[in-house]
């Protein structure tokens, strides 16, 4: 093993992870290529890094150390470090085996996973990992590790209760606010509720973002644990806790290859479930044209697989395959869902919002034993029409540091506003999800939360040319212009006249 | 789309392509992910880079600009420039695709292939599409394809003649000396080599370490050319001319995730021969244990894809299986690897490598009409023999700077030398090529032109306890001890008693 003794250069900017930059004659005399792991030794400690190589940026014998190497070993200009090649970690040999076609044993993926979680993975070899995942997939021996694994390297919480309930939408259609009215529903007939949503990636609001409007949702472990056993119900922000971390890591490879692995898919949802001290699961498939699943027979299949991950799990997992052609309710942008929310609780919301609401609840009552089989609807929409819920989420609010006493119209929603009407008459014929999103984020949703669209017209039904179709709403002029001209470009509804096709055909001689 | 004018802060140093950092305040102000492609626009230019964002580097309102970008848009500290979402080139698609299992059309590659080389896709981007072609193979058309766009989009050569020949090893044999000798045989018969080869990656010695031990070889295209016009033969280095670059790029990937796809492995062979110039080629496929190819049926295969790829490409393509299973000769390491080929074009070297070099000369020399079907062989024996090569060997050093007159015994060999004796009696059964490199390398190949190893014995034959196994050479004292060190670990000699195996069993009864 060849060593070199390098003298310290300490280099302004965090990286992510350990990487350091060598002289490229150096480079070649302890034999390293340029992503290979070096040993960087000093007197008091020992780490492995990531080495690139360079002829600019270090002189022969320095080594270039950034922020994150220069912390771990404080580093001082000067300072000797002895570099050697280091081994690659044994993941990379069952990323190797996973690509080749291979089954991953339990402790493979352990390894695998522990390494993603230290940021001892190169970019080359995560990319490798989740092509594979995505390629290979893997079998529900493979997922249950993974999800085990996932939930392992990171926080975890307890409750010391027989249920722990949650409920996940794998997401896919706009304007779904359902857990601001499902959450306070279970929550008022006495269950616990500790639910960690995300932020929206692609779409214009996700849950933590419309529970923003209202209330603080970056919460910590102990804060949510203590809501929880306090008040039944939490709708917290996941990111602000380190619960399967390891997701949110791979999840950023799968962003930049917009890919969605069906194993990983399955893994991440259960491994945050679990890791949040979760046992008894409702998952929420949307499908439809334009939602993330479009058809019955693929909500149906991951319906299975989710059940079956669930039974290996030891937890209760019970699906809803819910219809996710067009948005629910009317309200899409953090604002206006929280609003509509709101008004739902107070008993004047859509009929999409509180059937799907009132639905789930039912399913998780059931699940929880807080109604018996069959009588879940009956209780949730009970529970919704008597003022419990809304009197639970106004308790939710309170303990997550926002204002119970607030009104849906004293949300405040962007003042820069625009109608757009029907361009001739028509019906209805269809909502196109994704350019509701695009819309939507164009004017600024989810990070200006006033902005974002208000559909006065949905699925079915006749409009008359310049019958006004939907609202758009922003906080700034030139995003209200963004978003104008995203909705010309990509209209969000379909109008088709009555007659669909027309076919001519000369009269058949006889 | 969001825009946003930031102000430059140039960060002074490289990273190989274009990459800016922004903050991650802007970031989420315009919408954008880690590994996002922003547009950066000034006044004078355009250009799209990658953004990483940060909460430290850079303040909010900067834009920090590693040296490639700072330099293609001239920018000096607090300059302007818009910053806006820029979309994913179309090849990223087409990556996609070949990860999902599709075909990629002649046009899809293409694309492909020039934003490798333009150093327009991410590392995960490039990474997802090496491992796809790991994974999901490519057929005929798509390799056909692959090698005329890595060819397109690089630089040529070109010879005014009908047969234009070279040989290419696969590798994985040590000591593979053969160039050395097959060049100025098939040159001394007037036909025309332009040989390029690589240093080694993970071996002791590449042909152009080799080579570098006579004569210069890093040579420029017109170099190349004219030295090939005036003496037929060139032993150049392909790492310092621009032929087919894109795999070069490539094989960095490969090399990180120790996978070596046939798909890529054919293109990079061809693209690289018809990028020279080159329209017939023989491909030597070194196959037996601790080879890269292990069986002869494996071996079959390449041949046949080799031979079917060249039949697509319009060039001719000739394949020799020959024997991988242990060193050519007895020389390992740049230095005693030039001494032995010298000492072979006198006449006095080992078997094994004149016959392999002879055997390869004599496929060219029919391939090239220099000889009649079925009398390569002779021929190439005569050209051997009669000082015809050796006298071209003396041209071709001497027209790429080396001295023409140089003996076998006045190339420099490492002054530290330690020989190793048999620690038993027996049979040498098996040689292990991957310690043999392992050896070289430490004791300091390829870097210190004097380091190897000597092979006193080789597979087969009878040894006595005592009697001398191999001598390792050296350049300093400290890689001998390593080498040395290595050597104790991984033994390069399996030996074997005569009783392999001892049954002993009760006489059958009767």
């Not at 909705?487 to 509804?493: G, M, S, T, V």
């Amino acid at each position: 093993m060849k060593r070199l003794a390098l003298k310290a250069r300490p280099l302004d900017m965090e990286t992510g992870r350990n990487i350091v930059v060598i002289h490229e004659n150096d480079s070649q005399e302890i034999g390293h290529f340029p992503g290979d792991r070096v040993k960087l030794i000093t007197e008091r400690k020992a780490i492995v890094a990531i080495a690139n190589e360079t002829n600019k940026l270090v002189r022969p014998g320095e080594l270039g150390a950034f922020r994150e190497v220069t912390e771990a070993l404080s580093l001082r200009p000067g300072d000797v470090v002895t570099v050697e090649i280091a081994p690659r970690p044994q993941s990379v040999a069952s990323i190797k085996k996973k690509m080749m076609g291979g089954k991953l044993t339990f402790d493979e993926i352990g390894t695998i996973v522990r390494d993603i979680v230290d940021g001892n993975l190169s970019t080359t070899e995560m990319t490798a990992f989740v092509v594979s995942e995505f390629i290979r997939d893997m079998d529900l021996d493979e997922i249950v590790a993974l999800t085990q694994h996932m939930v392992d390297t990171g926080d975890r919480m307890e409750f010391e209760r027989e249920h722990v309930l949650d409920v996940h939408s794998i997401g896919g259609v706009p304007g779904n606010k359902y857990a601001l009215l499902t959450v306070p529903i279970v929550a008022a007939a006495g269950l616990i509720v500790p639910k960690t949503s995300s932020r929206a990636i692609t779409s214009a609001a996700g849950t933590a973002d419309v529970m923003e409007v209202l209330a603080n949702v970056t919460l910590g472990i102990e804060e949510i644990k203590r809501i929880v056993n306090k008040v039944g119900g939490v709708l917290a922000w996941g990111g602000a806790v380190n619960l399967a971390p390891a997701d949110d890591i791979i999840i950023n490879t799968e962003r930049q290859l917009s890919i969605d692995p069906r194993c990983q898919l399955l893994a991440s949802v259960m491994s945050k479930k679990l890791a949040a001290g979760v046992n008894s699961i409702l998952i929420d498939i949307p499908t439809g044209p334009g939602a993330k699943v479009e058809s019955i027979e693929e909500a149906r299949n991951f319906a299975h697989d989710f059940i079956e991950l669930g039974h290996k799990l030891k937890v209760q997992v019970e699906v809803a395959v819910t219809y996710g052609g067009q948005p629910v309710g009317h309200a899409i942008g953090p604002a206006l869902e929280a609003k509509e929310a709101l008004e739902a609780l107070l008993g004047k919301g859509p009929g999409s919002l509180i059937e799907k609401s009132t639905s789930l609840a039912a399913i998780m009552l059931e699940l929880g034993g807080a109604a018996a089989p069959g009588l879940g609807k009956e209780m949730a929409m009970e529970i919704l029409r008597s003022g419990k819920a809304h009197q639970k989420m106004r308790e939710i609010i309170a303990a997550q540091g926002g204002n119970p006493d607030i009104k849906p119209e004293e949300i405040p929603i962007g003042d820069k506003k625009e109608v757009v009407v029907a361009p001739y008459s028509g019906y209805v014929t269809q909502i196109y999800n994704q350019n509701i999103n695009e819309i939507a984020r164009a004017a600024g949703a989810p990070r200006d939360k006033g902005a974002g669209i208000l559909l006065l017209r949905k699925k079915e039904g006749k409009v008359d040319k310049g019958e006004p179709l939907f609202e758009i709403y922003a906080e700034h002029e030139s995003k209200l212009d963004e978003a104008l001209e995203v909705a010309r470009r990509k209209f969000p509804l379909k109008i088709e006249g009555m007659l669909l096709e027309k076919i001519t055909h000369r009269p058949r001689v006889v």
